[in-house]
């Protein structure tokens, strides 16, 4: 049975969701291809292998679609979640690396990512993914959607209230944070390169 005790997180990573855009899609790749087999089965449904992952991140639409993601101080992406609108209705895909599950990353990534679903004024929120994968479906209820199991497969629904000046403003705040953290990440990264050449 899986044990879905929250671990701490690890000191060095503080858990800013951000937001992606189309020059991301090397490192949002990079994450992908870190999975192994069985993650990528979870995932995608399908044990993709690397070509069809590319293919995967090459269709992702920045403008119509969000990626949310949570880097480690050096900026791998460490989780991402893939809101794929559907008319009114968003799909969540998520992804976590081994060694950070069980954190708080991919919930913080779901209440992210639901805020910016109701910003956008969709109406609700659904997730597709096999039965087995429990790590999600515990997520799922943790949210309060409604699960419906069919055979080996699985969906969560939730409807969604509308967007308020609250929720407007929440996210205003969370990505003027997410951009401030991912600057001051670049430039300790580019610091350590410059001392390692320099130093």
């Known amino acids: ?5 929250r671990k701490p997180a690890p000191p060095h990573l503080s858990v800013v969701p951000v937001r992606l855009g189309a020059l991301d899609r ?16 979870l995932r995608f449904a399908l044990p993709l292998g690397d070509a069809a992952l590319e293919a995967y991140v090459e269709r992702i639409d920045f403008e119509g679609d969000d990626v949310l993601a949570v880097h480690d101080e050096s900026l791998r992406i ?3 979640i893939h809101v794929a609108r559907a008319g009114k209705a968003a799909e969540l895909g998520l992804s976590v690396l081994p060694g950070h599950r069980g954190t708080g990353v991919g919930t913080a990534l779901f209440e992210r990512a639901i805020m910016r679903i109701r910003n956008r004024g969709l109406a609700s929120v ?10 999600m479906m515990h997520i799922a209820r943790k949210l309060g959607m409604r699960i419906v199991r069919e055979g080996g497969e699985s969906d969560a629904y939730l409807e969604l209230p509308p967007a308020t000046a609250q929720t407007q403003w929440n996210e205003w705040v969370d990505d003027q944070h997410a951009n401030a953290v991912r600057v001051i990440r670049q430039q300790a990264r580019l610091s350590r390169a410059l001392l390692g050449i320099f130093g």
């Open 1 to 5: 049975m899986t044990n879905f005790t």
């Open 26 to 41: 090397p490192a949002l790749l990079a994450h992908f291809k870190a999975l192994e087999a069985e993650d990528r089965r």
């Open 126 to 135: 659904y997730i597709h993914c096999l039965a087995e994968n429990a790590a």
């Open 78 to 80: 460490i989780a991402a």
